[in-house]
């Protein structure tokens, strides 16, 4: 049935959906070749995470009308990731995840260019996120998940009146996958909830109290956790365990053996030390496929709006039968990270010093050891030594001069939060106004100074 | 570890060495490479498929170079079977890699016994005809078949097959075995031995919840007339019985007995499911049974006799709150009692193949082993053939669907996938496929639905034009993401069948990629 006159492009499939008008799509699809020319020339999205999904992820964007693509990923290539990781290759063990998944999908599809950053996501400069026209997520942890939705969140701009402003929207696209399971979701920041907006979907990692190690094993995860936690500290005093380090994982094994003979345990195996201290997640190569197959379809349409968008969570099962199922969550209003920020008020004489001390005092905040950064700008960082040293003498300035002398701005905060009495690092968004700069009413809303 | 076992490490995890054994042993044919086809076989090659073998007879066109990774620029005018052959390759080396360059359209109408050589067949982009007869010659010659297709925002996985029985089916929740509320005489005999109102504070918070539940179900029973809580207030009265024994507000074993009371008022005996499995008619075995039905055979003869209503025990136990040594002899006691009922599950098989001429030891006893502690979790999936559902689906089913909001988008793409089928037929085309007529297509398409769904007895329902417009549109496009996705969840299946673990998918399932209100449809 193939007309052998029609002259053939690449995009031959893409085309259908990228030129011809729809009923059922986006509020702003506007078909035609300068959607499809535009999508190649300016948009440029940044994949986090080269692993199962990252992978995925980059064949997909590549053979979707994207031609410029940025990978970041801090990780080298392991035998392990070769059941699902298609890009690499035994040959490629040991070399930068990122360097080589871009190089492959070059090398396969012309056209393509693709960034790679052997890197971790916190060493780059905020900006840099800044570049892209959607970020999409293949990461495993909570973690690595909630510093870069603080990042996207704080490019977000309120109005007034607390309308987000659409220009600063930076959408985010993010998959997760165990074993037969995995779940896709949309974020836009302001419009539908953000990682921390639903931080409940992610229920905190349950740990073996101590005690039950050390006087009550009652199975081989609690003799491994006991030789992993307990006995490597006390016979190896500073030396820290290496979970990448052999031999120290055979010590692990050899003395969790140990004292599962010594109980009457059964079931201490080397492959179960490995997935307990590593915490290690079961992967395979089709759920990878098939969440990110569900980002980058949604990346297309919030891209080029040939069709309506996920709202905004996709759920995927497929251990018992098949069960795929869309959530519509709703945003937090009062969300730290995507609302519309806490706003502080502050005199214009405060120091940096100042303001970093009242952070930690701060009901909603309770941050210490903060740095702190106005736009691009550091104005005060913790670490490294080196640089803190550099910011240091800010901390005896206005807070009012070291922003530029401006009425009212948005600034992030990065450091140590007290949450559900557990510390974790936390960047935050504040508002700041200063009292008594020119054309400011006295504000009732004001908190904090 | 050997580089192989390391290799798939993270995959064992999820199937064992059993599952992994019985992938490496598939020799898996695919129709058609295009994108669903290659994504499929993508997924199946990294994790280590015995072999495959890819049919398809076109040439690599510039337009599938926008669509699929297993070609290059290079591979235009080649072979595509051979092509994506190489590249699949390229993934394991130790996965025997074949392609045919021929139509598979060709090879189902010629020869059909070409497929009898295969563990299962992945049979992508195929039109209704074909479908019909594929699915008629590998039912005959007992091959496992999974259908796929990618349309533009829409598609369909189908898996036929005549039976598919799985014993690991590794459910996500399941009840624990631990027949509280039917304790067996050596389990008694221990909850016996240890006192509840021992005196020393540390041994009082280390007594198992297994041991608190069957002895306060044992106090509730006798002075209830032997009856155990059924009514929300007797429940709550039960729980309340439990608490009153803390001697502290620490105590997590009791905190656990709280929350693990529910086990005690669950039901005896097997589940509806499994008794349905073994009222089967496969049950009544024959010379020719599959051991799965001969092991059902002695699990039904288990239930009325040794087990007094219940199957063999699971035997295993989950962590709870116990001193070590406390945990560990409970532990025995069940794995012992788990012995003793697979003990008489053997006997009983060996005993039911003798008697159909078998050899008695031609069922191994880890299989034995493994039916015994999975007695409960059985499951039995039976597919319609394609032609049954092709000409005589679920009417009640199409209209209940169509009528609900949720699966209105599915199903009406379900029709109109179908309904693309006869627009070929007749106009040599697809609706849209080329550029131009868009209107004239429109209005055939809808007309073919219409017609379509009067042929199946769906008289007077009419599908969303908006849908109809959107399926044009589409103009039998290949998109890769698309194919990524439902060649994902087709390779999935795959491995499902393969390896006999957890359960495939039972029914027609729609992916809707407007809305990503896909659906499972029985029909």
């Not at chain 2, 290059?72 to 993934?91: I, M, P, Y």
């Amino acid at each position: 049935m193939a007309d052998l006159d029609v002259p053939q492009s690449k995009s031959r499939d893409l085309d259908k959906l990228l030129l011809r008008p729809g009923n059922l799509v986006g509020p702003d699809f506007d078909p035609g070749t300068e959607l499809r020319d535009d999508m190649r020339e300016y948009v440029r999205i940044l994949v986090v995470g080269a692993g199962g999904l990252g992978c995925e992820l980059l064949k997909d964007l590549a053979l979707s009308g994207f031609s410029n693509l940025d990978v970041i990923d801090m990780d080298r290539i392991e035998v392990t990731n070769l059941n699902r990781q298609f890009l690499f290759r035994l040959e490629d063990v040991g070399k930068p995840k990122a360097e080589v998944a871009a190089k492959r999908v070059m090398e396969r599809v012309s056209g393509v260019k693709i960034v790679p950053h052997f890197s971790r996501i916190e060493d780059k400069e905020i900006e840099f996120y800044n570049d892209f026209s959607i970020i999409a997520l293949g990461l495993d942890s909570i973690e690595a998940r909630r510093y870069i939705n603080g990042v996207a969140c704080g490019f977000l701009e309120y109005d007034e009146d607390d309308t987000p402003r659409r220009e600063t929207m930076k959408p985010m696209v993010d998959g997760g996958t165990e074993g037969f399971k995995g779940h896709a979701r949309v974020i836009v920041p302001g419009v539908t909830p953000c990682f921390e907006c639903t931080i409940w979907l992610f229920p905190p990692q349950v740990k073996f109290p101590l005690c039950t190690l050390a006087e009550t094993p009652r199975n081989a995860a609690h003799c491994i956790e006991y030789a992993h936690l307990i006995k490597w500290p006390e016979v190896h005093g500073g030396k820290s365990f290496d979970p990448d380090e052999p031999e120290h994982m055979k010590w692990v094994y050899d003395e969790a053996i140990k004292r599962a003979e010594l109980f009457g345990i059964p079931g201490v195996t080397y492959s179960l030390t490995q997935g307990v201290v590593k915490n290690i997640i079961p992967a395979i190569a089709s759920t990878n496929a098939i969440i990110s197959a569900a980002c980058t379809l949604e990346t297309l349409k919030i891209v080029s709006g040939c069709s309506k968008t996920l709202a905004n969570y996709l759920t995927y099962n497929g251990g018992e039968g098949l069960h795929t199922k869309v959530t519509e969550f709703v945003r937090d209003k009062e969300c730290l990270v995507c609302g519309p920020g806490i706003l502080i008020e502050l005199d214009t004489s405060i120091t940096l010093q100042k303001f970093i001390e009242m952070l930690e005092e701060h009901p909603k905040l309770l941050l210490s050891k903060a740095s702190v950064k106005h736009g691009k700008n550091s104005l005060y960082m913790q670490a490294p030594p080196v640089l803190e040293e550099m910011h240091r003498p800010n901390l005896s300035k206005p807070l009012y001069d070291l922003m530029g002398r401006v009425q009212k701005d948005t600034i992030h905060v990065f450091g140590t939060a007290l949450k559900n009495e557990e510390k974790q690092s936390s960047l935050t968004k504040l508002r700041v106004v200063f009292k008594g700069a020119d054309g400011v009413a006295d504000m009732d809303t004001a908190i904090g100074a | 570890m050997s580089e192989p076992k390391t290799k798939y490490d993270r995959q064992l995890r999820i199937w064992g060495e059993l599952g992994q054994a019985a992938l490496e042993d598939a020799s898996i044919c695919l129709l058609n490479c295009g994108p669903t086809g290659s994504e499929a076989l993508k997924n199946l090659v990294l994790g280590g498929v015995g072999s495959f073998t890819i049919v398809d007879g076109s040439k690599v066109e510039i337009g599938d170079l926008g669509n699929n990774f297993m070609v290059d620029d290079t591979s235009v005018g080649q072979s595509k079977a051979k092509s994506a052959c190489a590249f699949l390759q390229e993934l394991n080396d130790a996965v025997k890699a074949k392609f045919i360059e021929e139509n598979p359209v060709t090879l189902i109408n010629k020869n059909p016994s070409f497929f009898s050589q295969f563990t299962l067949v992945i049979a992508t982009q195929l039109v209704e005809d074909s479908m019909v007869k594929l699915d008629r010659i590998c039912r005959e010659a007992n091959v496992k078949l999974v259908f796929v297709r990618s349309y533009g925002l829409a598609g369909f996985v189908r898996v036929s097959v005549k039976e598919h029985t799985i014993i690991d089916s590794k459910p996500d929740h399941f009840l624990d075995d631990l027949r509280l509320n039917n304790p067996w005489p050596e389990l008694r005999s221990f909850v016996e031995t240890i006192d509840l109102n021992v005196s020393d504070p540390v041994a009082h918070k280390h007594i198992p919840y297994v041991v608190i539940l069957v002895k306060m179900a044992d106090e509730w029973a006798q002075s209830h007339s032997c009856n155990l809580p059924s009514t929300r207030e007797e429940k709550r009265e039960f729980k309340d019985l439990v608490k009153s024994k803390m001697i502290s507000m620490d105590e997590d074993n009791y905190k656990e007995a709280m929350e693990a009371a529910f086990k005690v008022f669950a039901p005896r005996g097997i589940s509806s499911e499994v008794q349905q499995i073994s009222n089967d008619s496969c049950a009544e075995v024959s010379s020719n049974s599959s051991d799965f039905w001969v092991m059902v055979a002695a699990l039904k003869e288990f239930v009325s006799n040794e087990g007094d209503g219940e199957a063999p025990l699971e035997g295993s136990i989950p962590d709870m709150t116990s001193s070590t040594e406390l945990y560990i002899n409970l532990q025995k006691i069940y794995q012992a009692k788990a012995e003793a009922d697979f003990l008489v599950m053997e006997e009983r098989v060996r005993y039911i193949l003798k008697k159909m001429g078998r050899d008695p030891s031609s069922i191994s006893k880890p299989t034995i082993k493994s039916f015994c502690k999975n007695a409960r979790k059985l499951k039995v999936c039976r597919y319609r053939m394609v032609e049954d559902e092709f000409s005589n689906p679920s009417v009640t089913e199409i209209q209940k669907c169509l009528a609900d909001e949720d699966y209105s988008g599915a199903v009406g793409f379900y029709i109109l996938l179908r309904a693309v089928d006869r627009f070929a037929a007749n106009y040599n085309k697809f609706p849209g496929q080329f550029d131009g007529g868009m209107d004239e297509d429109i209005s055939r398409l809808k007309t073919t639905a219409l017609s379509l769904l009067t042929d199946l007895g769906c008289n007077g329902t009419v599908l969303p034009d908006d849908l109809i417009n959107e399926m044009c549109r589409f103009g039998a496009s290949e998109l890769h993401v698309v194919a990524a996705f439902i060649g994902g969840i087709a390779s999935q299946e795959v491995i499902k069948l393969v390896t006999k673990q957890f359960v495939p998918m039972l029914g027609t399932y729609i992916f809707n990629g407007i809305d990503h209100k896909s659906q499972l449809l029985t029909l």
